[in-house]
């Protein structure tokens, strides 16, 4: 007995002891519901959205965005043009380093645009316009362009998927077909791989060495300050529960609350919702331009007669509140958005469209329309587009599936009736579909462009020229060339817009408007 | 027995194969694509089939299969198509909360139901025999993230005794682990205390009809006793049968329960893989459920001995 009572005296000397050596200070820890699970962790190698908001943690870019869309530089001291245009002399400022404490060199930031110009169009289309690329010195490169263009400062400020991040030079030397596994970056978080469990939670520490910039934060751009010690993305795949958890406290911070939710959170005062105008997304309808009867242009166009907004917008989102119909097809109050020729479309003149398919000579060939079932912000789009069309005089072949076997199907060139496709819809973060370049279903090169294969000379040159131009004032002109041309010949069809807003404690303080969430910025007051 | 337990060993290995051959042919045969999925939304078919080739789906399926099961044999489970880790090193992280989830449910399902299922053969015919008969169907009735959602509303939100989602690993501590298991471990247990309960039930009352009970009772047994070392020991086969069917059943059957609560286990790889379309790792779960259901059932037969001393392998 006398043992055991020293036995139980020594174990509680011990517990003693062990809390009287904990240190004073509480490491602050911020829990996150993000919009999926992180699965893939190379963000030039995938343009999945999860995986650009990790690589915003992790690294860092040459230039940003700020709140107002006007390029900054981030890791960049400044950058310098030539009077022709063709040359950018750019220099990195003083003190990056990478999370293994290597310093940022110019020959990592060429590896790294020479990657990402190998994967995203944007890219692939600056790089087109690059001649060399060449370092100085320690902290300045050269890029020499062929001819000028716009496209380099937009390129490398791009602030959606994919963001042109910098690694260092062994991992950006990484075939950029193949995924790295090295995730050394240089932004304000590391990555704690030991502690990365997809399908349950995802790690970020503070990067104590990040040199931020000495302006306050704003977008992508100005300071990112660190002021959380760890992030942790957890992975609840069911949103009532998310919505318990952060009701209860035991998450801070949840992306995508559902819309019908929403109520629930606003009735609780420890809740704060954010509607950030950034957080915009756009709903698309996507033919193919392979197959009957989307074959021909003048049967696409009727599409633009026989649809209308609203009740796309209704349908999937539901609440006047968060839903915006817009028919500019570069994103309503952006800088290159306009309506400009959009009047008569997009308002059910039925008699209209009716009279595009007789004229056309609709011969009832059946529309095979791709219908996602599993992914709430799309299922109920592809009814309202069978309803839309019949009424139009379409016969609609609605086929319903999961988002990912319809992923896999849109990229099948066969005929309709043999496994392939002729049209479904889905939505795009506004930040991707801002400029002719960056919206990628404008891409008219017939084989290579994305699936639906629009084939148009006319629309590639008005990309091209856009891409050539540096004047904001005619950049706008080309671009409202492309919307006119884009409703000639159908690559897309705006079916409107939304806003997703974001959840999070009140005590939660910080957050930036910007196209992605970032978590610089943010702390957790008392 | 060591031969019995041999040849149901043996036994298992066609039966692995049977399962390897058509979990292969059901994932190739639908009409999904790993690799559109990976390459994202602004990948081009030509990136697309580059992926397709890297992942190796573009080689014939019977070479497919020849190579998967080729590294089966020697233990290699692959890599997964998303997580860039092996199959083997996932499912060992996802094998500690699946199988506490299914102890914490198996133990709570086998302390009420056997009770319930005694007490209303004893009452057989009285308010208590329907009350837990009717408990029973509702058990049966109710789908698993009803009796969730239920739960949680009463236990996490409303009293806020329980967290609402979540795990924690045992090795952080015993008390945050029983505690985050308690309300899924209540979810999932309703449907087997149902099952258990009506079995022990039926099983029960058939013995209590036998001649050596009537013999017990006339010795002057008490009824305790006539019960749980007469009656229940020998109706205990069927009873025993169906709480392994039971295990074998929640090995496969924690999806909805791990999604709902959130508990990074088997279940819930084995949906997020499925919606990935990420075959290495769905193939080996699969081979995995189906190993542990040919044990359980190898185990199973073998407690009927111990149970039964006319039962000889």
């Known amino acids: 007995m006398i043992q055991l009572r020293k036995a139980i005296l020594a174990a509680a000397c011990a517990v003693g002891l062990s809390l009287a050596a904990t240190p004073s200070f509480s490491q602050t820890t911020l829990k996150a519901v993000m919009h999926s699970d992180l699965k893939i962790l190379d963000p030039i190698w995938t343009t999945a959205y999860i995986v650009r908001n990790h690589g915003y943690m992790i690294y860092d870019t040459l230039l940003a965005q700020d709140e107002t869309g006007a390029i900054k530089p981030q890791m960049l001291e400044k950058y310098e043009v030539s009077a022709d245009g063709k040359t950018y002399a750019l220099t990195l400022r003083d003190g990056l380093l990478w999370h293994d404490g290597k310093p940022v060199t110019p020959e990592d930031c060429i590896a790294s645009i020479k990657r990402w110009g190998a994967r995203d169009s944007m890219g692939q289309k600056m790089m087109s316009f690059v001649d060399t690329m060449t370092p100085n010195d320690a902290r300045t490169f050269t890029i020499q362009l062929k001819e000028p263009t716009g496209l380099v400062l937009l390129g490398l400020s791009k602030p959606s998927s994919n963001v042109p991040f910098m690694m260092p030079k062994r991992v950006a030397e990484t075939d950029p077909t193949k995924q790295i596994e090295d995730f050394t970056g240089s932004g304000p978080f590391v990555f704690a791989k030991d502690e990365w469990k997809p399908g349950d939670k995802t790690v970020y520490l503070k990067f104590d060495k990040y040199k931020p910039r000495s302006e306050p934060a704003s977008g992508m751009a100005g300071g990112k300050v660190a002021k959380i010690d760890r992030i942790e993305w957890l992975a609840v795949s069911d949103q009532q529960q998310a919505v318990n958890a952060l009701q209860k406290g035991e998450i801070d911070f949840l992306e995508q609350p559902s819309i019908d939710l929403l109520g629930t959170l606003k009735k609780d005062a420890s809740i704060t919702i954010v509607e950030s105008p950034q957080a915009k997304l756009q709903y698309v309808f996507r033919p193919n331009h392979l197959h009957k009867p989307f074959d021909n242009p003048k049967i696409r166009q009727a599409l633009w007669y026989a649809f209308n907004q609203e009740d796309f917008l209704m349908a999937a989102v539901g609440d006047p509140a968060y839903i915006k119909e817009c028919k500019a097809l570069f994103i309503c109050g952006s800088t290159f958005g306009s309506v400009k020729g959009t009047d008569d479309v997009l308002t059910s003149n039925m008699k209209k469209a009716q009279e595009l398919l007789k004229e056309a000579g609709y011969d009832g060939t059946p529309v095979v329309l791709m219908h996602s079932t599993d992914l709430k912000a799309l299922t109920n789009l592809a009814p309202v587009a069978k309803s839309l069309m019949e009424k139009a005089g379409f016969k609609v072949d609605m086929q319903s599936m999961d988002w990912q076997t319809l992923v896999a199907r849109r990229t099948k060139k066969d005929a309709p009736s043999a496994g392939g496709w002729n049209a479904f819809l889905t939505s795009w973060v506004t930040a991707d579909v801002m400029n002719p370049v960056s919206t990628a279903y404008l891409n008219s090169s017939c084989e290579k462009a994305l699936f639906g294969w629009p084939c148009d000379e006319t629309m590639e040159k008005l990309r091209d020229q856009f891409a050539r131009e540096s004047d904001p004032a005619k950049q706008k002109v080309i671009a409202e060339a492309v919307q006119a041309r884009n409703m000639e010949i159908t690559a897309e069809i705006p079916v409107g817009e939304y806003l997703q807003p974001l959840a999070m404690r009140k005590n939660v303080k910080g957050l930036l408007i910007a196209p992605a969430p970032v978590f610089w910025n943010i702390e957790i007051t008392k | ?313």
């Open chain 2, 1 to 313: 027995m060591i031969g019995y337990i041999l040849r149901r060993l043996l036994q298992t290995i066609p039966v692995m194969l049977v399962v390897a051959i058509f979990i292969f042919l059901m994932l190739r045969l639908t009409p999904s694509d790993p690799a559109a999925i990976i390459a994202g939304d602004n990948a081009n078919a030509d990136q697309v089939a580059q992926i397709r080739r890297q992942l190796g789906l573009d080689l014939p399926m019977l070479q497919q299969f020849v190579i998967w099961i080729g590294k089966v044999l020697t233990g290699d489970l692959g890599e997964s198509f998303f997580f860039k880790k092996t199959v083997a090193a996932l499912v060992g992280e996802r094998i500690e909360p699946t199988l506490s989830l299914a102890f914490f449910t198996i133990m709570i399902a086998v302390l009420v139901a056997v009770p319930l299922g005694v007490l209303a053969a004893h009452r057989q015919g009285t308010w208590i025999d329907r009350l837990v008969m009717g408990f029973s169907v509702l058990g049966f009735s109710l789908p698993v993230f009803v009796i969730g959602y239920l739960l949680i509303y009463v236990f996490a939100i409303w009293l806020n005794w329980l967290p609402v989602q979540g795990y924690q690993h045992i090795s952080q501590g015993v008390g945050g682990w029983a505690q985050r298991l308690i309300l899924p471990s209540l979810t999932l247990s309703v449907i087997y205390i149902a099952l258990i309960a009506r079995m022990t039930r039926a099983s029960l009352l058939e013995v209590l009809s036998e001649d050596y009970i009537r013999t017990a009772r006339a010795k002057g047994q008490i009824e305790r006793k006539v019960l749980f070392r007469h009656a229940l020991r020998n109706a205990a086969v069927p009873i025993v049968t169906v709480i392994g069917l039971g295990i074998a059943l929640l090995i496969g059957g924690v999806v909805v329960t791990e999604s709902l609560f959130t508990i990074p286990g088997l279940g819930r790889l084995t949906v997020d893989a499925v919606l990935a379309r990420d075959y290495p790792t769905i193939q080996a779960v699969i081979l995995l459920f189906s190993f542990v259901y040919v044990m359980i059932n190898l185990a199973v037969d073998l407690i009927y001995t111990l149970l039964d001393p006319r039962i000889r392998y």
